[in-house]
T-cell receptor, first 113, second 113 residues
Framework: DQQVKQNSPSLSVQEGRISILNCDYT??????FLWYKKYPAEGPTFLIS?????DKNEDGRFTVFLNKSAKHLSLHIVPSQPGDSAVYFC????????????FGPGTRLSVLP | DGGITQSPKYLFRKEGQNVTLSCEQN?????MYWYRQDPGQGLRLIYY???????QKGDIAEGYSVSREKKESFPLTVTSAQKNPTAFYLC????????????FGQGTRLTVV
């Protein structure tokens, strides 16, 4: 049973528009959430994170929103660029040291020029 | 430059053979992880280690073995007992602290021929 879900396997967005990637989780004990970006045949690179004590974190074009009551988080990319085309993974971790990260299955974003 | 190095990038193995994937980090991180990525399934945890000479099984440890004799190194052996070893393998590390991201290597593509 997946604890972290990304129900949209793929998403296509026009360049310059907003990309919204969604993630749902089932374990209410998760307290830290991360988004990673991955290109084919490469390791994931960290994008942005959010602690459960916050509901929003922003870094340049990337903003992550957390709705704890709904166990839902989303990544907004504004404006979207062709270089953003990649697979995006949502991850969650429990409140401990040396975390065990739980990853979602990923959403493939295609930004069309 | 600090980072995580996985080698080799591509690896071919005959059925029935054991093979070892290398992971080295010079980030002085305490915890290290091995994940496996299959299409549409995200990253699944194989093994992780929080300190030298100690490691724990992840969700899919069967058919794999690890060692952590040095802080910098966390090799993964894919044994002949692993029924479906063809996959993309990712190594990661984190410092021993709360709320930090995992840093990933570039991955090893293992193919059984």
């Amino acid at each position: 049973d997946q604890q972290v879900k990304q129900n949209s396997p793929s998403l296509s967005v026009q360049e310059g528009r907003i990309s919204i990637l969604n993630c749902d989780y089932t374990n209410s004990m998760f307290d830290y959430f991360l988004w990673y970006k991955k290109y084919p045949a490469e390791g994931p690179t960290f994008l942005i994170s959010i602690s459960s004590i916050k509901d929003k974190n922003e870094d340049g074009r990337f903003t992550v929103f957390l709705n704890k009551s709904a166990k839902h988080l989303s990544l907004h990319i504004v404006p979207s660029q062709p270089g953003d085309s990649a697979v995006y993974f949502c991850a969650a971790t429990l409140d401990n040291y040396g975390q065990n990260f739980v990853f979602g299955p990923g959403t493939r974003l295609s930004v069309l020029p | 430059d600090g980072g995580i190095t996985q080698s080799p990038k591509y690896l071919f193995r005959k059925e029935g053979q054991n093979v070892t994937l290398s992971c080295e980090q010079n980030l002085n991180h305490d915890a290290m992880y091995w994940y496996r990525q299959d299409p549409g399934q995200g990253l699944r945890l194989i093994y992780y280690s929080q300190i030298v000479n100690d490691f724990q099984k992840g969700d899919i440890a069967e058919g794999y073995s690890v060692s952590r004799e040095k802080k910098e190194s966390f090799p993964l052996t894919v044994t002949s007992a692993q029924k479906n070893p063809t996959a993309f393998y990712l190594c990661a590390s984190t410092p021993y602290m709360r709320h930090t991201e995992a840093f990933f290597g570039q991955g090893t593509r293992l193919t059984v021929v």
